[in-house]
Nanobody
Framework: QVQVVESGGGLVQPGGSLRLSCVVSGLTLDFRAIGWFRQAPGKEREGVLCISATYGVTYYLDSVKGRFTISRDNAKNTVYLQMNSLKLEDTAVYYC???????????????WGQGTQVTVSS
């Protein structure tokens, strides 16, 4: 049984940092793309970042370039999302998902976590 579990969310002030973790059980990550997505209240879910051993890093959102980075530790089956210089508009539920392939195609993610809340507020 595949399990995807995110953690690390919380309340942070504008300009602050958070690191989210995604632990995947039941499959190995070596040849799968892993993506981070987010959904703000009243808005559609959007892709943030994706990482693949074959194709590297894909930025779905230009607004997070220079602020967010994604990395993976295949031995621990864990993917991280480092978020710096956080802004109010980054407030959302953040989801981790594993793709059915090594590509970061938006429609190819099969396994999803429950989400972790990130709130940026003064």
């Amino acid at each position: 049984q595949v399990q995807v579990v995110e953690s690390g969310g919380g309340l942070v002030q504008p300009g602050g940092s958070l690191r989210l973790s995604c632990v995947v059980s039941g499959l190995t990550l070596d040849f799968r793309a892993i993506g981070w997505f987010r959904q703000a209240p009243g808005k559609e879910r959007e892709g943030v970042l994706c990482i693949s051993a074959t194709y590297g890093v894909t930025y779905y959102l230009d607004s997070v370039k220079g602020r967010f980075t994604i990395s993976r530790d295949n031995a621990k089956n864990t993917v991280y999302l480092q978020m710096n210089s956080l802004k109010l508009e980054d407030t959302a539920v953040y989801y981790c998902a594993a793709s059915s392939s090594s590509k970061c195609d938006f429609e190819s993610f099969d396994f999803w976590g429950q989400g972790t809340q990130v709130t940026v507020s003064s």
